[in-house]
């Protein structure tokens, strides 16, 4: 308990820090290109773009998913898929990158992780205001389940953090795990009702026990979790023991993440 103490005081005392240098960062990577920060936005709207010609009009030929166009429906979850998935890459190689630079420095390495997320934060408030655009087009009705959104975001934070602090360690102990995590990612994406409804694709009706199973996957919670929100389905609650489970993992995630990092982070430059 006293390492997640440590860990989540030094992210709250560096707030400032984390903020400038994920902008430095932001800067850094785009500065030698002519559109500069605008692909930020444009490089996850031509993946969109792609997945709804392959999904969408391909194999859903343009039906409705849910009372709403496929394309609103899609964007509800590839939108923070997006935004997880290169959060979760970029925050498990973190601290094996910059580890050298920092370490001669008075500098809090927890906080890696959390620069990395926060420097995608530009591309996920792009597209969501794509997807609010998008849902009035369509004509989405706004309700009180939106406010569950808020909610929803602490979660996937919460988790973003947790599973990047203890990836981030690993990587520096394992380098393999990186290469490991990319493929894993790359199955989830399809597991986890980002472009498809899992509850009801024929290929899983009858098989009830599969769909639980899936449903216990953290990344769905919160993807389908953001639709719950935005269409108006159910509120958090409703879904108890999903929730619990969910909170269970961050807490498993975030207390083993917490104790590697302490326990390790005095010799990062020794195992690199």
């Given at each position: ?66 009372g709403v166009p496929y394309i609103v429906w899609m964007l509800m979850g590839i939108i923070t898929w997006f935004f ?79 599973f990047g602090l203890l990836s981030a360690t690993i990587t520096v102990l394992v380098r393999d795990y990186h290469i ?93």
């Amino acid at each position: 308990m006293n390492d997640i103490i440590l860990v989540l005081k030094e992210q709250f005392q560096n707030l400032g820090i984390i903020k400038r240098i994920s902008g430095y960062e932001e800067k850094a990577t785009y500065q030698s290109h002519y559109l500069g920060l605008v692909w930020q936005f444009l490089n996850p709207a031509i993946q969109v773009g792609i997945y709804y010609l392959v999904f969408g009009l391909g194999i859903k030929q343009g039906k409705m998913e849910e009372g709403v166009p496929y394309i609103v429906w899609m964007l509800m979850g590839i939108i923070t898929w997006f935004f997880m998935n290169s959060s979760m890459l970029g925050m498990s190689n973190s601290i094996y990158k910059q580890v050298g630079m920092v370490s001669k420095m008075k500098f809090p390495v927890s906080v890696l992780p959390s620069v990395n997320m926060a420097s995608n934060f530009v591309s996920y408030r792009w597209m969501m205001l794509l997807l609010l655009a998008a849902m009035l087009i369509a004509k989405v009705p706004i309700t009180i389940y939106w406010l569950q959104y808020f909610y929803y975001f602490i979660c996937m934070i919460a988790f973003l953090f947790s599973f990047g602090l203890l990836s981030a360690t690993i990587t520096v102990l394992v380098r393999d795990y990186h290469i490991m995590l990319q493929s894993i990612l790359r199955l989830l994406f399809y597991l986890s009702g980002t472009i498809w409804n899992v509850t009801t694709m024929d290929s899983f009706k009858g098989s009830e026990v599969l769909v639980r199973i899936l449903q216990l996957n953290p990344i769905y919670y919160i993807i389908n979790g953001f639709r719950d929100s935005f269409l108006s389905r159910q509120w958090f609650w409703e879904i108890g023991a999903q929730t619990a489970f969910f909170w269970i993992i961050v807490l498993g995630l975030l207390t083993i993440g917490s104790h590697l990092h302490m326990k390790f982070r005095a010799r990062f430059v020794d195992f690199i």
